[in-house]
């Protein structure tokens, strides 16, 4: 039972340049998340998916697309990566909206 | 809208008690604690709903005043394993479909020997 794994833990990118972080979860959730973390500053939502085949815009949308692979699978895309992306990106799922968060170790970002 | 914590920081000596607030001018449904120690994920502690009672965990504690759209949190008889950042997290209570979620800045909780 590995939770919520992320894949990269790491990544450089140039400006302009596109990527798409993995997010999966094993705990049958129904909701998933996606969270930008910045230095000294609070978690601040990207885009969630309260449940399979629905996705919805968080506080910070500007930038991203994600896609609600399955149940399992929450994928973030960043189309042309801009140095203000430059952040931690959490992942995380509930059993559903509302319930308590399990979060993914994290992709640590870096646009040049 | 996301909650303001109080305090940014907080720096205690072993066996030292603490209070963490968290208060949105938003009428709340739930709030929700995480710990977060550094350079790993957050970690949930505790859920308060509206209309629930306070809650418990070992020795970190939390209540929620639903009128005055604030929670807080209490940490006694601090151990060193209790250093990390406290987030709280809000959950609006909305007449939409869905009820909008926020995290605080967060309270750095430094436990000293």
């Known amino acids: 039972n590995a939770g919520v794994t992320q894949t990269p833990k790491f990544q450089v990118l140039k400006t302009g340049q596109s990527m798409t972080l993995q997010c999966a979860q094993d705990?049958?959730?129904?909701?998933m998340y996606w969270y930008r973390q910045d230095p000294g500053m609070g978690l601040r939502l990207i885009y969630y998916?309260?449940?399979?085949?629905?996705?919805d815009k968080g506080e910070v949308p500007n930038g991203y697309n994600v896609s609600r692979l399955n149940k399992r699978e929450f994928s973030l895309r960043l189309e042309s990566a801009a140095p203000s992306q430059t952040s931690v990106y959490f992942c995380?799922?509930?059993?559903?909206?509302?319930?308590?968060?399990?979060f993914g170790p994290g992709t640590r970002l870096t646009v040049t | 809208q996301q909650p303001v914590q109080s305090p940014q920081a907080v720096i205690l000596r072993e066996g030292e008690d603490a209070v963490i607030n968290c208060s949105s001018s938003?009428?709340?449904?739930?709030v929700h604690w995480y710990r977060q120690k550094h350079g790993e994920a957050p970690v949930f502690l505790m859920i308060?709903?509206?209309?629930?009672e306070q809650k418990g965990h070992e020795k970190i504690s939390a209540s929620f005043n639903e009128k005055k759209q604030q929670s807080s949190l209490y940490l006694t008889a601090s151990q060193l394993s209790y250093s990390g950042t406290y987030f709280c997290?809000?959950?609006?209570?909305?007449?939409?479909?869905?009820?909008?979620?926020?995290f605080g800045s967060g309270t750095k909780l430094n436990v000293k020997p």
């Open positions: 998916s309260a449940s399979e085949g629905t996705t």
């Open positions: 995380a799922s509930s059993a559903r909206e509302g319930y308590e968060q399990y």
């Open positions: 938003k009428a709340l449904y739930s």
């Open positions: 997290g809000t959950e609006e209570d909305s007449r939409d479909n869905f009820n909008k979620f926020y």
């Open positions: 705990m049958n959730h129904n909701s």
């Open positions: 308060l709903l509206k209309g629930g």
